[in-house]
């Protein structure tokens, strides 16, 4: 089945220690999205690709970045993680071109706590 | 006035009966429209999506769109305890034909 999947499902690393995050598809779509989420909060876009262009939100901070080094695979890099990361990290695709919005399709997320 | 609104509940209902969930969105200009299911701890599941004004059905959901007054529902028929979980409106985002802009969520509790 074709599908997004994001690794590690549990990630707990330390107050200031960087962590990388991965994403994969086999969907072969050309948008993918990072989104962070706390509890009881709505998703939040982080940023996203768009074939090989890279987008920022504007109020995402330098603290995280990101990376797409082919069609298939992208990762989210958080350099110095605070108390204030711990979140479920969702890592989402979607179909972009003409037309209305194509659904997004997420993985399973990645828990990140942080000691 | 937030872009993508929705009560976040909790609503309850007894098993078997019609859930009703209800969104209204900011932007006039808005063409697409989805529902995610979301279960505790869990990423979001697309249920639906729906473009045009009317109804669209599947299976024991149906998405109801009214462009005019800016509002998006989703009805589950025979709710099921299995239905309990946060539903997640989502509507293109301004000027994006791709990206979404999300709601908080409404908790839906189905009793047996």
């Not at chain 1, 987008?55 to 993680?81: G, H, K, V, W, Y």
């Not at chain 2, 909790?10 to 995610?36: H, K, M």
């Not at chain 2, 539903?87 to 409404?106: D, E, I, M, P, W």
Request: glycine share 8%; aromatic share 12%; with cysteine.
């Amino acid at each position: 089945d074709a599908m997004v999947i994001q690794n590690p499902r549990y990630q707990v690393t330390q107050f200031g220690k960087p962590v990388t995050l991965s994403c994969s598809q086999t969907l072969n779509h050309n948008v993918m999205y990072w989104y962070q989420q706390k509890s009881s909060q709505a998703p939040k876009l982080l940023f996203h690709y768009y074939d090989k262009d890279f987008n920022n939100e504007a109020d995402t901070p330098d603290n995280f970045q990101s990376r797409r080094p082919n069609t298939s695979f992208c990762f989210l890099d958080i350099r110095s993680p605070g108390l204030g990361d711990a979140a479920m990290y969702l890592c989402a695709t979607s179909r972009g071109g003409q037309g209305p919005n194509q659904p997004q399709h997420f993985g399973d997320g990645t828990r990140l706590s942080i000691l | 006035q937030k872009e993508v609104e929705q009560n976040s509940g909790p609503l309850s209902v007894p098993e078997g009966a019609i859930a009703s969930l209800n969104c209204t969105y900011s932007d006039r200009g808005s063409q697409s429209f989805f529902w995610y299911r979301q279960y505790s701890g869990k990423s979001p599941e697309l249920i639906m999506f729906i473009y045009s004004n009317g109804d669209k059905e599947d299976g024991r959901f149906t998405a109801q769109l009214n462009k005019a007054s800016q509002y998006v529902s989703l009805l589950i028929r025979d709710s099921q305890p299995s239905d309990s979980a946060t539903y997640l409106c989502a509507v293109n985002a301004r000027g994006s034909n791709y990206k979404l802009t999300f709601g908080k969520g409404t908790l839906l509790t189905v009793n047996p």
